[in-house]
């Protein structure tokens, strides 16, 4: 089992009847992944359910829904719950200004990605020009001798036709 994955739970995974081994789920928990309902987020951020639908209601941090409608935070929504409540309690700024710094904070993360994607284009496109000149480098034709200048002198040469 992968650190990754989860265990499936007791009695489960292990076999049916005949040796026959039971399907696993497979599924990777990422920080991406909504899982918490709205209690234990409040519990695991410190604030009041409350506080998590006032904030969902602004824009602040808005998790995932089940097909039911319900709430299902991420780890990363609990970061960043933590971080609304620090920037409100330590720093004093309000809701508002808040949600701006995230916007902002999503607009720069969607723009450094951009660039990430960008530069490996522009790396993928110099590595393919590099290979094609690498190729008409060799396609010359290796019986040419290549030219070198004459170094000029005062010398006269006359020449006259046989008759």
Not at 12 to 34: D, K, N
Not at 48 to 72: E, F
Not at 94 to 105: P, Y
Not at 113 to 132: S, Y
């Amino acid at each position: 089992m992968s650190p990754t994955t989860p265990p499936i739970g007791p009695g489960l995974g292990e076999g049916l009847p005949g040796g026959t081994p039971r399907p696993r789920a497979h599924y990777v928990l990422t920080e991406e992944t909504p899982v918490y309902v709205i209690s234990v987020a409040a519990e695991l951020s410190g604030l009041h359910p409350q506080t998590l639908r006032q904030y969902d209601r602004l824009g602040l941090v808005c998790p995932d829904r089940t097909a039911g409608r319900g709430r299902r935070y991420s780890a990363r929504d609990i970061q960043q719950l933590r971080e609304v409540q620090r920037l409100s309690q330590d720093e004093g700024i309000n809701l508002a200004g808040i949600k701006r710094i995230i916007e902002l904070e999503n607009q720069v993360a969607a723009l450094q990605a951009k660039a990430a994607e960008l530069v490996d284009a522009l790396e993928g496109a110099a590595a393919a020009l590099q290979q094609r000149e690498a190729a008409v480098h060799a396609s010359y034709r290796r019986d040419l001798v290549p030219y070198q200048q004459v170094q000029q002198s005062s010398a006269l040469v006359v020449w006259r036709p046989k008759r």
